[in-house]
């Protein structure tokens, strides 16, 4: 990478040779269950923020699945501020998560948060997360790079792209090459939504790496009001899909009701996303 660009302290030790689109310049995409990840086509992932109980997951799947989305989001294992907040439903939810898949056909993303977790998510989940408040630890992003499936490296909140696409070095380093970005907000001094919403990621990274970017629009605006329209404006603005929290009934969720998506809400948004989509020469993935 061009090391004119580095901004960081340490920054003569700057090499992101394997993530870089120098060095690579085709574009890496990534399947997961027959859905691609980084072609032509935008990819929503959508469901709870985290997993409450079978008839909440799979009630919220059956919704994000009738409005096109084509991935299943729900935590088991949560990193909440407060240790009194509910931590996950943890293995028990996984099983919940395989339930539903096999019901709808939808694959699933789920977080991981620490290195002895990974073999039980992975045994679960077809793509692994990795959160913003994990996204330079070390030891886990090894062990998720010794792994066989994808994994969406989320971008730490208070980190410069630039250490964003280190820590993604980090995974291919190890031979996981299925990797996907996702900017979710960082913090700036503006506090009238939960984090800003850094859109100019998306086209940076595409310069910059050859991995495919996703925007969370749910945890980047913190209010479901603000979240239609910043998923428009990433798409308009080259995302390669979406991560977005939907709720069969928001105002009972666990975590992250306010920003979770009525179904009316998401169907709407699924409709005029894809005229965002056509806009930009791309379509929004549908296998039927
Ligand atoms: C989440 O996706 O539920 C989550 C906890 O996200 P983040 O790590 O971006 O806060
Ligand atoms: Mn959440």
């Known amino acids: 990478m061009d090391s004119g660009t580095c901004h960081t302290p340490d920054c003569k030790s700057s090499d992101t040779r394997l993530v870089s ?51 299943l989001r729900g935590g ?24 539903v898949k096999a019901a709808t056909g939808l ?18 989940a077809d793509i692994l997360q990795i959160g913003s408040r994990n996204m330079q630890n070390f030891p886990l992003l090894e062990e998720v790079g010794n792994c066989k499936i994808p994994i969406l490296l989320k971008r730490g909140m208070m980190a410069t792209l630039d250490e964003y696409l280190h820590a993604a070095e980090y ?12 900017e979710r907000g960082i913090r700036t001094f503006e506090f009238s939504t939960r984090y800003t919403l850094d859109l100019n990621a998306i086209p940076v990274l595409k310069q910059k790496t050859h991995l495919p970017v ?13 979240v239609p329209t910043m998923s428009k404006a990433a798409v308009a603005a080259g ?3 979406l991560l977005i929290e939907v709720h069969y009934h928001p105002e009972n969720a666990l975590c992250d009701g306010p920003q979770s ?19 930009v020469d791309r379509s929004i993935y549908n296998p039927e």
């Open 21 to 71: 689109l120098e060095t690579k310049p085709e574009r890496t995409i990534v399947e997961v269950n027959g859905v691609k990840i980084g072609g032509s086509e935008v990819v929503v992932m959508a469901g709870p923020c985290t997993v409450e109980s079978l008839e909440q997951l799979s009630e919220t799947a059956r919704i994000v699945k009738s409005g096109g989305a084509t991935i």
């Open 76 to 99: 088991a294992f949560k990193p909440r501020t407060s240790p009194y907040s509910f931590q996950g439903l943890k293995e028990e939810g996984l099983e919940m998560l395989a339930k």
């Open 107 to 124: 694959p699933v993303v789920s977080e991981v948060m620490d290195t002895r977790q990974v073999e039980t998510v992975a045994r679960y």
């Open 171 to 182: 995974i291919l380093a190890r031979g996981n090459s299925s990797v996907i970005l996702c």
């Open 214 to 226: 996703i925007v969370d629009p749910s945890h980047g605006t913190g209010s479901r009001d603000l």
């Open 239 to 241: 995302a390669d899909g």
């Open 261 to 279: 998506l009525f179904p009316d809400d998401f169907s709407q948004l699924m409709k005029d996303l894809r005229k965002v989509a056509e806009s």
